[in-house]
Each structure stands twice: as C-alpha cells, then as structure tokens.
C-alpha cells in the first residue's frame, strides 16, 4: 500500500509504466514486425481455447492490431472499406468509420476478394491504414476521428495494394502506387504531408522492416522487381538486388538476422545478403542460398538456432534452415495449407494455417514437435492472428474471434 505522497507519486509512476508496458501487437507481424510476440504461456496447453467474443466485420485478409487495450480491424462492406476498434476486454465497439472504395478485383486473384489486403499500424496514438484501392487514412486511436487521408491511387499492383505500412521517427512508409508506376512514400505521421518518395519501381507485396545496416538506418522491402534497402532519412536508394517470381507475386517479407537479410520468393530460392558499404559504395553480397525451400506469401520468424518458414512445396511444407548457413535442419512431410503465419512466442511456434488451425509447437533439433491442434474459425484464415499476453485474435473471411489461453 502507498502511504506518503513521494511513494503514492511512485506507485501511479509505476501504475503508469506497467500500462504502457503492456502486451501489444500494433502492426504487420508484431512489434518488431519478426513474427516474435510478448506471450505468457501457461504451464500446460490447455485441450482447447476459451473464445472471449466475436464480431461480425466484414471481407478481408488485413490482419487485426492490438494496443492501449483496443483491437483495431480494417475490412470491406459493399462498396465501402471500414476500420473499426473494440474494447479487447469485453468486445464492445468504441468507434468506426467508412468510407468509399470502389475496387475491381482482378480475376486472377477472385479467391482471394476485394477486401483490403495491408495491415494497419498503431503508434503515437494514431492508427494508419493503407486501402486496397491505395487510401491511406490517419485516425486517431481513442476517438476514431480521421487525422487526414490520401486518395485512392491513380495506378494499382495487379492484384491491389497488399503492403503494410511501418511507421519510423514520425514518418509513416507505404509503398503507394501500382504495377510499373510506384512511389515508396514516407508522410509525416501528424499531419500527411509528404517528406520523401523513392520512384525506383513499382510496390510488390511484402510489407518493409526497419534495419540499421552498414551503421545506416534504412527500409528493406520487396518491390515489384527487386529487393532494395532505402535510406530511412530521405529515401534514396542505396542498394538493390533483382527479385522476379511468377506473375509478379514478390509478397515475402524480409528478415533481418544478425546483419543478414533474409528473402525468398515464389519459385525462387531463400537467400541471405550481408549488406556493407565500402569505398565502391553499397554492396549486397551473397552469402547463402538454398534451392530446396522457397515462399509464396508466407513470411519466416527465427526461433532458437532455426529460421521456421513455409515452403510453398509439397502444399505447403514447415522447414526450418540455419540462418547462419542456410543448411536444412528438419521439414514437414506437407499438406500444411496454402498459406501459413509464423510467431515465435517465447519457446513456442504459433502456427496459424489457412486451414482455420493453430497448431502449437516447438522446433526441435531434427524436427517440429508438435504438441496441440486448435480450430480457431469456421472458414479459412488468411490474415495474420495478433498475439498479446494470452490473447490470440483470429480474423476469418468475415469475422474477428478472440480467444484466450486458460491454464
């Protein structure tokens, strides 16, 4: 109990730092966008999870976010695209917004719908969306009043905008844009103006990490073309090495483990680059390369000594490489769904498959050992779950469902 003022000032001090220093997931791939999450695992697996609430919210594969106790979802209804934020605790909507979004999918991609495709990111209070039509829209976090709002693009990628945006020193990224006519936009985060733009090619999939290489911070990201590194502070380009997969499907998100950037892509090998910077400028040299794995839309997560991706072979295959040497430790027979989202959650895999399961595993030395199959949804999962102390919130084709951990 606090008796004296100076201690009540250090008990609310310390009230305060807890607060803030609860779980969150405010972004594409968590808070460091590694696929790692601040889990608190329970003693044993329970046989199944405890579904808290769910809410109807409409189509989309953008994934849902968590932060200050609210999770934020950006879907499609109609015409319309519309984000909205819950209370995590009790499901109760706090606020929404909607606007138009006209959008034709391309008959390539009908599987996977005209909802928006691009994670929303949470900083500073803001929530900030990128639209499958190119809307990119700053909120305000508690209210839901829009901060300022680009127009849809003029250009779109072939299969609509799909890149999560990153947030970084009061700029927030996003690759706008489409097929040959991109713009890689860094907008000041308040008030939307524009502070640099890399025209270099047009936006791919992927989503861009933050990563200091060669004593520079810079953005890494697959574009349309290539895998590039671009300088966090004015946008230019500062190395580049080609990336083609068919139909121009470049939707892998680069990892960054010990100084090497990780990347791969459908029918393509798994690569790692030293990134360095000498008297002949920026190099990106190769360092390994494996043949046997390669990724379609699933991003990889480091977990122990392994790096745990989904080949898209054999339907769908978990392999795990040395990140070091890019030497295959163990992979699963297959089958595992067309897609898949990795988290690392302390010792445990959190695999959530586009087959509506989580499954909970651990990598072992020569193979995945996996310890419990959940069902976490009634149709498939495309959007990556976000992942905050015991919380996992799942969105299916058209519903966000809050499961809890017991035990």
Known sequence: MCRAVTTTILCVALGVSVMAQAPSWPQWRGPARDGAAAFDAPRAWPASLTRAWEAQVGLGHSSPVIDSGKVVVHTREGAREVVRAFDLATGKRLWQDAYDAPYQVNPAAQLHGPGPKSTPAISGGRVFTLGISGVLSAF????????WRTPASRALPLYGTATSPIVDQGRVIAFV??????????????????????????PGYASPVVAELGAVRQLVTQSQNRLVGIAAADGALLWQVPLRTHFDQNSVTPLVVNSLVISSGLETPTIAYRVTRGGAGWQAQEVWRNDQVSMYMSSPAVAGQALIGLSHRNRGQFVALDPATGKMLWSTRGREGDNASII??????????????????????TRLEEVKRYAVADSPTWAHPAVAGRTIVVKDTERIIVWKVEG
């Open 177 to 202: 844009g489409g097929h040959d006519k991109g713009a890689f936009t860094a907008f000041d985060a308040a008030t939307g103006a524009v502070r640099w733009r890399w025209t270099g090619d047009g």
């Open 140 to 147: 305000d976090l508690g209210t839901g009043k829009v901060l």
């Open 344 to 365: 690392r959650a302390g010792e445990w895999l959190l695999l959530s498959t586009t087959n509506s399961e989580l499954i909970v595993a651990r990598s072992l030395a």
